[in-house]
């Protein structure tokens, strides 16, 4: 092979302006990722407190099972967006790196399948009698599932960020110009940290929806129901902070190539946002030691929480945008507005948020006990 990238085909122009469509993903990928977090960290969290909180425990897990549902549909319906937007954007990098990796990418969608029917059976089986083991049995499946389907797609973002990566697993798999589809992204020291800071951040969010279930939510819970879940909110968070800290830090200062650590700190704009993102987990951790205590404040720990999680989508941003530059620059492509299926898109897009804000709007009133789901 040449020094040059393999890269796809070119695209015959962007249907528009480049920053509107980066603004969409990044829109769509915060929408995303504070359902995903509930998701990605919530079924083991409530598989672990099932097993092994005692009463309160038991209660909790269910509490928090009942709602995974809901979060995997808006999580799952929501992600299409970001993925919409990354492939029309970066399509010479993505999907070449996504054929790489081709068998564990379509992989995603069976184990997606199988973890949602996991989450119903957590969260509509019986607790005791013969079903209990059964429902434990598919919570954990779900729960492995879910960190797998995380993996995958840490493989694929930062594989299409790393030509050089890609020219590696071309090299080390292909067979007469063709490739397996078997590969993984494992020599990049950016993965690890990256899913794993990704699974602290889900941790926090998870925790922050536990402290505003226990404060908002269960008002029909008793009063030692309610205090036990404040402090293990409180716990949990402590926890997905210290992993989001220690992750971050690897990422930052260990994994990230020279050049853009460098450039992180040289420039105003990608600073202020790792500061951002690194500080206010912080902030969402304590106010939430002190909603744990006051039974009250949950509401602002959880505005604190997506706030940090707008942070870290244009931090990720500007970051993918640096690397994907080295091999592709979508600034260069010529525009081509295609306005009617942009209009489609919005159209539906609005409409889709109104009906997901319907249904999350059905599964608070569930939550309080004022309506059935």
């Given at each position: 092979?040449?020094?040059?990238?393999?890269?796809?085909?070119?695209?015959?122009?962007?249907?528009?302006?480049?920053?509107?469509?980066?603004?969409?993903?990044?829109?769509?990928?915060?929408?995303?990722?504070?359902?995903?977090?509930?998701?990605?960290?919530?079924?083991?969290?409530?598989?672990?407190?099932?097993?092994?909180?005692?009463?309160?425990?038991?209660?909790?897990?269910?509490?928090?099972?009942?709602?995974?549902?809901?979060?995997?549909?808006?999580?799952?319906?929501?992600?299409?967006?970001?993925?919409?937007?990354?492939?029309?954007?970066?399509?010479?990098?993505?999907?070449?790196?996504?054929?790489?990796?081709?068998?564990?990418?379509?992989?995603?969608?069976?184990?997606?399948?199988?973890?949602?029917?996991?989450?119903?059976?957590?969260?509509?089986?019986?607790?005791?009698?013969?079903?209990?083991?059964?429902?434990?049995?598919?919570?954990?499946?779900?729960?492995?599932?879910?960190?797998?389907?995380?993996?995958?797609?840490?493989?694929?973002?930062?594989?299409?960020?790393?030509?050089?990566?890609?020219?590696?697993?071309?090299?080390?798999?292909?067979?007469?110009?063709?490739?397996?589809?078997?590969?993984?992204?494992?020599?990049?020291?950016?993965?690890?940290?990256?899913w794993l800071m990704m699974l602290g951040l889900g941790v926090t969010t998870t925790a922050a929806y536990l402290l505003l279930d226990a404060v908002v939510f269960a008002t029909r819970e008793t009063a030692d129901y309610r205090?036990?879940?404040?402090?293990?909110?409180?716990?949990?968070?402590?926890?997905?902070?210290?992993?989001?800290?220690?992750?971050?830090?690897?990422?930052?200062?260990?994994?990230?190539?020279?050049?853009?650590?460098?450039?992180?700190?040289?420039?105003?704009?990608?600073?202020?946002?790792?500061?951002?993102?690194?500080?206010?987990?912080?902030?969402?951790?304590?106010?939430?030691?002190?909603?744990?205590?006051?039974?009250?404040?949950?509401?602002?720990?959880?505005?604190?929480?997506?706030?940090?999680?707008?942070?870290?989508?244009?931090?990720?941003?500007?970051?993918?945008?640096?690397?994907?530059?080295?091999?592709?620059?979508?600034?260069?492509?010529?525009?081509?507005?295609?306005?009617?299926?942009?209009?489609?898109?919005?159209?539906?897009?609005?409409?889709?948020?109104?009906?997901?804000?319907?249904?999350?709007?059905?599964?608070?009133?569930?939550?309080?006990?004022?309506?059935?789901?």
């Amino acid at each position: 092979m040449g020094a040059e990238f393999p890269l796809a085909p070119p695209v015959a122009g962007l249907p528009a302006p480049l920053g509107f469509l980066l603004a969409l993903k990044g829109a769509g990928f915060f929408l995303h990722m504070s359902a995903m977090h509930l998701v990605y960290a919530g079924i083991p969290a409530a598989v672990l407190f099932a097993l092994l909180g005692g009463e309160h425990g038991r209660r909790l897990a269910s509490r928090l099972g009942a709602a995974m549902p809901v979060a995997v549909a808006v999580a799952v319906n929501l992600g299409v967006v970001p993925l919409l937007f990354l492939q029309v954007v970066y399509a010479p990098v993505a999907y070449p790196a996504t054929i790489l990796i081709g068998w564990p990418w379509m992989s995603v969608i069976p184990m997606l399948l199988v973890a949602y029917a996991g989450v119903y059976a957590f969260a509509m089986l019986p607790a005791t009698g013969r079903w209990g083991a059964v429902r434990l049995l598919a919570g954990a499946a779900s729960a492995g599932l879910v960190l797998a389907v995380g993996f995958v797609f840490a493989n694929g973002l930062s594989l299409m960020a790393n030509g050089a990566q890609m020219l590696a697993i071309f090299d080390a798999g292909a067979h007469a110009g063709a490739v397996r589809g078997l590969a993984l992204n494992v020599g990049d020291p950016t993965l690890i940290p990256r899913w794993l800071m990704m699974l602290g951040l889900g941790v926090t969010t998870t925790a922050a929806y536990l402290l505003l279930d226990a404060v908002v939510f269960a008002t029909r819970e008793t009063a030692d129901y309610r205090l036990w879940a404040r402090r293990w909110a409180f716990r949990i968070h402590t926890l997905g902070l210290g992993l989001f800290g220690a992750m971050g830090t690897w990422y930052l200062f260990g994994a990230l190539p020279a050049g853009t650590r460098q450039a992180v700190f040289a420039s105003p704009l990608p600073y202020g946002l790792a500061m951002l993102s690194a500080l206010l987990p912080v902030v969402a951790w304590g106010l939430a030691w002190r909603a744990s205590r006051a039974a009250r404040g949950a509401d602002l720990v959880v505005a604190v929480q997506l706030t940090a999680l707008v942070a870290n989508v244009a931090a990720r941003q500007w970051v993918q945008s640096r690397e994907i530059a080295a091999v592709y620059e979508p600034a260069s492509v010529p525009l081509k507005v295609q306005s009617g299926p942009l209009a489609v898109f919005l159209v539906l897009f609005v409409a889709g948020l109104a009906l997901t804000g319907w249904l999350v709007r059905v599964w608070i009133r569930a939550a309080r006990g004022e309506a059935r789901p």
